[in-house]
């Protein structure tokens, strides 16, 4: 079955940088876009990032876009996100996604900004 498995959480500061990994098993990683959502208290989930099958196109959600990287390493099944200049509005847990019959969701790692 489908697998997605994040790292790379924590509590940071304001203004600084964490990156996240999501290593996805149970199907042909390279064939499918990967996405990265996230969800703060008492608010939706929202789409972040998100990157084509082979690397080719990337989309952002207006928040996040500048500060944001989404990438993958379809050699290592992983998928990964750069935060840099990290704001509290940031704080969220933040899920890893994909499409494969269903919307796949791992099991999501918090962020922390915070002072």
């Known amino acids: 079955q489908v697998q997605l498995v994040e790292s790379g959480g924590g509590l940071v500061q304001p203004g600084g940088s964490l990156r996240l990994s999501c290593i996805g098993s149970g199907f042909t990683f390279s064939n499918y876009a990967m996405s990265w959502y996230r969800q703060a208290p008492g608010k939706e989930r929202e789409l972040v990032a998100a990157m084509a099958s082979f690397g080719g196109s990337t989309n952002y959600a207006d928040s996040v876009k500048g500060r944001f990287t989404i990438s993958r390493d379809n050699a290592k099944n992983t998928v990964f996100l750069q935060m840099n200049s990290l704001n509290p509005e940031d704080t969220a847990v933040y899920y890893c996604?994909?499409?494969?019959?269903?919307?796949?969701w791992g099991q999501g790692t918090q962020v922390t900004v915070s002072s």
């Open positions: 996604s994909t499409f494969h019959m269903t919307r796949q």
